[in-house]
């Protein structure tokens, strides 16, 4: 997978924006790096259990996510492995739920970046407080 997504300029030139960018000083809300096709958004979040956590799959985008002030745990499971839509792909925010459990997990470090293509269902935010983070969302091609 890694050199298809080293193929995609657009995950070239957000690889290079997180070596580059001390992503703690951005502030909260959407940064645009490159218009529509790579854009970065920090938010704050309230953490949840397994169990809480959704799996989601994106079409058009690619996410690079990066936990920024504590570990975050993520479910992951093929996307062709999910069989319990949660209703239909909203395709203006470009998002898909499932309701299958979280069976697999891994678990990132402050500042260690996790791509998920669009291949692959996550369910993000599992841990407990809050946790300040970067998504990065970057244009599939």
Same mark, same amino acid.
Not at 1 to 9: A, F, R, S, T, V
Not at 26 to 30: A, F, K, P, R, S
Not at 86 to 110: C, Q, R, S
């Given at each position: ?6 193929? $995609?300029?657009y995950y070239v030139r957000a690889m290079e924006y997180i070596r580059d960018t001390d992503l703690n000083a @951005?502030? $909260?809300?959407?940064h645009v790096i490159d218009g529509d096709n790579l854009f970065v958004n920090i938010v704050d979040s309230d953490?949840? /259990? ?24 993520? %479910?992951? /499971?093929?996307?062709? %492995? ?7 792909? $909203?395709?203006?925010?470009?998002? @898909?739920?499932? $309701? ?10 402050? %500042? ?5 293509? /669009? ?7 599992? %841990? ?12 599939? @091609?």
């Open positions: 997978m890694e050199d298809k997504l080293m193929q $995609n300029p @951005l502030e $909260n809300g959407t953490m949840k /259990t397994p169990q809480q956590a959704r799996l989601e799959v994106h079409d058009k985008y690619i996410d690079i996510q990066v936990p920024l002030s504590k570990s975050e745990t993520y %479910g992951i /499971t093929p996307r062709s %492995g999910c069989k319990e839509p949660d209703g239909e792909m $909203n395709v203006e925010k470009d998002i @898909l739920f499932f $309701n299958d459990p979280v069976e697999v997990t891994i678990t990132a470090k402050p %500042g260690e970046a996790v791509t998920f293509d /669009t291949d692959t269902a996550h369910a993000p935010l599992i %841990g407990e407080g809050k946790i300040h983070k970067a998504i990065f969302k970057v244009r599939a @091609l």
